[in-house]
């Protein structure tokens, strides 16, 4: 059987998580993709889009994906009992929330579009739950990603040039931190571009703000592994 | 990285199965053996907790399901559980995860959330029945992590990619190695355990009634509680799988590409479109757009309430 490293995982991952149920990949995967929408974010969301591909559509509310994408995107974590409350949470809050089906093309049966504003930004993140609680996360903001949330990692836009990854990897080789993977892509030679950096461990609050301040860094945030 | 159960049982001739998983996690994610140990034992406690909660019983979410494992327990103190009281606990506790699940309580997914009956209710019906240490128990969950860390390198572990033989089959396969390692079965027999317990999953469809993790879920994962102890004693007994487990796995991903997509979880096939299914299915739609309709209408009461707050 050759392995296929985008399906790595870990004991811990297959024997685990805890979580509210009823299902791994409708309620606890769900909750993680809208958790990683949340950590995209990095501020309170006002307004939240779920755009369900046409099977995930046909069985989200039996098994509490809509409280469990809600929850997530909130900020909840997957064994939080308020779970089951989270739409009422949010609302109480005074987020809009809607619902959406969309045919997302030839993807995994389970996969999820969301969209969340919050007061200065707007995010995007297209993902998948593909079963126990694990999921890929495949597009941030139209930029082609690869993230399972297991890993702490670096999300940076910025404008493609020469030397960039360079004074990036600096920064982090400056800490001492050691990177696991690293993938760019971009609209067009020069234009918006977008990488992430999967690291071994956290890299300070001032390292991060030294990619921000990078010229041409649009934006850079740093997210932790997703519980 | 163990790349597959052939290289699995090359790496564990002679050496304890879950020093061979934990030795190779704590490789890959960076993390001490002891650490997943300290994490498993804290899933085995709330698995402990989830099925003393499980048996009191309640109805699930589509009020379908929920009372079994509390009838099964009743019917034990009535003296009227004939089996092998290690088969009975074990289809008690299955039923109580699953019941627990599916009140949207707090379980474990192992590897699922609706196969997650199986691995708990028979390890610690094991762990009970035959006088197992808890560490025993804890080392055994390392194990059946591993068997599904390897089966996910190749299929996806999801009743949606492959249908209920990718859920319950591989959680079967996971509790038929970990049972086989507690009662003192070697790597080969582990391994063969869980080649017994998949194999005879093979076809197993996904077609829950409503869509909910309810029927045939909650039972069904008492059933392969029994099933993946059976699988164990096999492989114990030196009864082998004559077709490895990694072609097994193959054909479980070509079995599961072969359903129609009305059978992989979606609530358009088999059980979910019997007669009884159906009208299920449209009672549970009714009261779901009902509940969807009173929320609207809290949410407009609510910005109503914020306007006028504001002063608007």
């Known amino acids: 059987m050759a392995g296929r490293p985008d399906r790595r995982v870990s004991i ?26 949340r950590e995209v974010l990095d501020e309170e969301p006002l307004e939240l889009w779920f755009f369900l591909h046409p099977p995930l559509a046909a069985t989200y509310r039996g098994h509490g994906s809509d409280f469990a994408l809600v929850g997530g995107a909130i900020g909840l974590n997957v064994e939080d009992p308020r779970i089951p409350e989270a739409i009422r949470i949010a609302e109480q809050q005074g987020i809009s929330i809607d619902f959406a089906e969309e045919d997302l093309g030839d993807v995994h049966p389970n996969t999820v579009r969301i969209v969340s504003r919050g007061a200065t930004r707007e995010v995007e993140i297209i993902g998948s739950s593909i079963g126990g609680g694990v999921i890929e996360v495949f597009g941030i903001n139209g930029y082609a990603a690869r993230f399972k949330g297991d890993s702490p990692t670096l999300l940076m836009f910025y404008r493609d040039r020469p030397r960039m990854i360079h004074q990036v990897t600096g920064i982090i080789a400056d800490e001492g931190i050691n990177i696991a993977s690293l993938a760019c892509s971009r609209r067009q030679r020069g234009k918006e571009a977008f990488m992430q950096i999967d690291v071994d461990s956290l890299p300070s609050r001032q390292a991060i703000e030294r990619v921000r301040a990078l010229e041409d860094v649009f934006d850079a945030r740093y997210l932790d592994k997703i519980p | 990285m163990i790349e597959s159960f052939k290289h699995l049982e090359e790496l564990g001739r002679e050496r304890d199965l879950a020093d061979v998983f934990l030795e190779s996690d704590a490789e ?116 059946a992590g591993g068997v599904g860390s390897i089966v996910a390198l190749s299929a996806s572990i999801s009743g949606a990619a492959g249908g209920c033989q990718n859920e319950v089959g591989v959680a079967a396969a996971m509790g038929a190695a970990a049972a086989c390692y507690v009662v003192g079965g070697d790597t080969r027999q582990s391994i063969h355990a869980a080649s017994l317990a998949l194999k005879n999953t093979l076809g197993l469809v996904c077609d829950p009634v409503g869509g909910l993790v309810e029927v045939p879920c909650v039972k069904r994962n008492s059933f392969f509680a029994v099933h993946a102890l059976a699988a164990a004693q096999l492989a114990y007994a030196g009864v082998e799988s004559v077709i490895p487990m990694d072609e097994i796995v193959e054909a479980m991903v070509r079995i599961g590409r072969a359903l129609p997509r009305g059978l992989r979880e979606t609530a358009e096939g088999g059980l979910a479109t019997t007669a009884t299914g159906c009208s299920i299915g449209e009672r549970l739609k009714q009261e779901q757009d009902e509940k969807r309709r009173l929320r609207d209408e809290e949410r407009e009461r609510l910005a109503i309430a914020r306007k006028s707050e504001s002063g608007v």
């Open chain 1, 12 to 37: 811990l991952d297959v024997m685990g998580p805890v979580m509210v149920g009823p299902s791994s990949s409708h309620t606890a995967g769900t909750a993680r993709l809208g958790r990683v929408s």
């Open chain 2, 28 to 143: 890959e994610y960076g993390i001490t053996a002891e650490t997943i140990l300290a994490t498993l034992a804290q899933r085995r406690q709330v698995m402990v907790e989830c099925i003393h909660r499980g048996q009191k019983g309640g109805l699930s979410m589509g009020k379908l399901v929920g009372n079994e494992a509390k009838a099964m327990s009743e019917a034990g103190e009535a003296g009227k559980l004939f089996l092998d009281p290690l088969l009975s606990k074990a289809m008690i506790y299955s039923l109580a995860v699953m019941g627990e699940n599916s009140r949207m309580g707090v379980i474990v997914a192992a590897p699922t959330a609706g196969a997650g009956g199986v691995v708990p209710g028979m390890l610690i019906a094991l762990e009970e029945e035959r006088g197992i240490a808890p560490e025993k128990t804890v080392r055994a969950l390392a194990i």
